[in-house]
Nanobody
């Protein structure tokens, strides 16, 4: 079993920054991908960014994220970090940490409890 513990959410004014962290513990396959999804009120959960254990990074295919958010990871700590700059009210939502891994990298999937990000205008 894998546990994902998120931290770093909160309330920030538009234009501000937040850094989300997600630490994974338990039995973690070395071949894994971690990342963040977000869910705005009344909307579906969507991918923000993901990073493989070899640190290949994928960002959501939207101009709203690219250039403002940076995803990184520390493999020694099994932790990913999402640095969010230039936050906008439309970034408001619950942010969920996500891990997928296994012998071929996709057998097991885990989610964190979510951390709230609120951006005021």
């Amino acid at each position: 079993q894998v546990q994902l513990v998120e931290s770093g959410g909160g309330l920030v004014q538009a234009g501000g920054s937040l850094r989300l962290s997600c630490a994974a513990s338990g039995i973690i396959f070395s071949n894994n991908t971690m990342g963040w999804y977000r869910q705005a009120p009344g909307k579906q959960r969507e991918l923000v960014a993901a990073i493989t254990s070899s640190k290949d990074t994928l960002y959501a295919d939207t101009d709203s994220v690219k250039g403002r958010f940076t995803l990184s990871r520390d493999n020694a700590k099994n932790t990913v970090y999402l640095q969010m700059n230039g936050l906008k009210p439309e970034d408001t939502g619950a942010y969920y940490c996500w891990l997928i891994g296994g012998p071929t990298g996709v057998e097991y999937e885990y989610w964190g409890q979510g951390t709230q990000v609120t951006v005021s205008s």
